[in-house]
Antibody
């Protein structure tokens, strides 16, 4: 069974940093592209970042470019999101999502349950 | 404001059909595949439709997708109370070089 479990969320002050993790199991993690998607309170889904499976090509939403870094450790079946210079508007539930094999980055067939990040003083 | 435009809400009676639209441009929907997601509060989003009109295993045929030009549509027939949720379209935007979601449409089954 495919499982994605996020961790690392919590309360952080504006300007602070946080590192989210996503532990993957039930599939060959190294073969799959991955995304981070977030949902702020009362708002819709917002794509944050993508990482490829082969050459670790990455893409970012303009809202986080230069502040967030996506990475992966295939040996540990893990996806990460390093978040720096956090702002109040980064407060959201953060989901990791698997891209359907041989499809496009917009096809996320499995999602984690999410981890809450709250940026507040 | 979202790059993809969806109606904020739609409603219909049980057993009826509802259509949710998603309007974009040539840089996104017009030249890329579209996905649709169902999202219930407190749960993980669920993939309903991908590559415009394909359904993952386990998704009933009541859910169907289509695309025409720079707009996409999700149709849900035989509405059930369990279909009440937020629905999102998503696609790749070649100008932004990233995935874009619609603003979401809340479906109410009256």
């Amino acid at each position: 069974e495919v499982q994605l479990v996020e961790s690392g969320g919590g309360l952080v002050q504006p300007g602070g940093s946080l590192r989210l993790s996503c532990a993957a199991s039930g599939f060959i993690f190294s073969s799959y592209e991955m995304n981070w998607v977030r949902q702020a309170p009362g708002k819709g889904l917002e794509w944050i970042s993508y990482i490829s499976s082969s050459d670790s090509t990455t893409y970012y939403a303009d809202s986080v470019k230069g502040r967030f870094t996506i990475s992966r450790d295939d040996a540990k079946n893990s996806l990460f999101l390093q978040m720096n210079s956090l702002r109040a508007e980064d407060t959201a539930v953060y989901y990791c999502a698997r891209v359907l094999f041989s499809s496009t980055a917009t096809t996320n067939d499995h999602w984690g349950q999410g981890t809450l990040v709250t940026v507040s003083s | 404001q979202s790059v993809l435009t969806q109606p904020p809400s739609v409603s219909a009676a049980p057993g009826q059909k509802v259509t949710i639209s998603c309007s974009g441009s040539s840089s996104n929907i017009g030249n890329n595949w579209v996905s649709w997601y169902q999202h219930l509060p407190g749960t993980a989003p669920k993939l309903l439709i991908y590559e415009i009109d394909k359904r993952p295993s386990g998704i009933p045929a009541r859910f169907s997708g289509s695309k025409s030009g720079t707009s996409a549509t999700l149709d849900i027939t035989g509405l059930q109370t369990g279909d009440e949720a937020e629905y999102y379209c998503a696609t790749w935007d070649s100008s932004l070089n990233g995935v874009v979601f619609g603003g979401g449409t809340k479906l109410t089954v009256l």
